[in-house]
Nanobody, 119 residues
Framework: QVKLVESGGGLVQPGGSLRLSCAAS????????MGWYRRAPGKQRELVAT???????TYADSVKGRFTIPRGNAKNTVFLQMNSLKPEDTAVYYC?????????????WGQGTQVTVSS
């Protein structure tokens, strides 16, 4: 069984920074692409950023230049460094990973972590 656990959410003032973390655990053979998505109140879930196993990144236009998605030294971890935060970044942020485990390849999600940007 594969599990993703996120941490690092919280309340921050506009212009501030937060760093989210996501760690995948379980019977993992290989973690392929990992990414972050978010769902704001009353809106659909949207892609924030992704990174492939080889390090190729993609970003939503709304976060380009403000967010980065580095992978940890442990290949099953990923971060989301969020700078210059805006109130419109307020959302529940979800980690996603394409994982090959000892039993199957699957698409896994974390439980979500709340990010609130407010003065």
């Amino acid at each position: 069984q594969v599990k993703l656990v996120e941490s690092g959410g919280g309340l921050v003032q506009p212009g501030g920074s937060l760093r989210l973390s996501c760690a995948a655990s379980g019977s993992i053979l290989r973690t392929n692409a990992m990414g972050w998505y978010r769902r704001a109140p009353g809106k659909q879930r949207e892609l924030v950023a992704t990174i492939t196993a080889s390090g190729i990144t993609t970003y939503a236009d709304s976060v380009k230049g403000r967010f980065t998605i580095p992978r940890g030294n442990a290949k099953n971890t990923v971060f989301l460094q969020m700078n210059s935060l805006k109130p419109e970044d307020t959302a529940v942020y979800y980690c996603n990973a394409d994982v090959l485990s000892t039993t199957a390849r699957g698409d896994y999600w974390g439980q979500g972590t709340q990010v609130t940007v407010s003065s």
